[in-house]
């Protein structure tokens, strides 16, 4: 858990967020700067950088059922959502520690800017 990682640093309670779920793998929170209607960060509690460093694809499968569960609970399984994984600069990702952003609420174009 590094001291200087913002999402280690919000688990940890360091700094404020908005909690939507915790499980004991995972915990839940609203984007500080949400970019749809809903706007989730789902991020597992161990601190691994990006998708390309899972060792154990569990997690993976863990932050993705919270996340289509938290799509039923905010109201937008049958609207439909988004789920994205940025990895690495090109990919956007600008908080290395793996985080999926649950989007909804909103029709949504293709491709991504
Ligand atoms: P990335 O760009 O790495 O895929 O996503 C990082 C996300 O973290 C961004 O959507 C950004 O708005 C969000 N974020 C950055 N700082 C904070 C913060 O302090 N609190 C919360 N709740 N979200 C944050
Ligand atoms: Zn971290």
């Known amino acids: 858990m590094p001291d200087d990682c913002l999402f280690c640093r919000i688990i940890r309670g360091e700094i404020p967020a908005t909690f939507v779920a915790q499980t004991p793998e995972c915990v839940a929170f609203r984007d500080i700067d949400p970019q749809t209607p809903t706007h989730i960060v ?58 999926m952003h649950l989007l909804g609420g909103r029709r949504m174009t293709w491709p991504p800017g």
């Open 42 to 99: 789902i991020v597992p509690r161990e601190h691994i950088p990006t998708l390309a460093d899972v060792k154990d694809p569990l997690i993976v499968g863990q932050l993705s059922r919270l996340a289509t569960d938290l799509a039923e609970s905010e109201g937008i399984g049958q609207s439909g959502y988004r789920v994205v994984v940025n990895t690495n600069a090109d990919g956007g990702q600008t908080v290395y520690h793996l985080h």
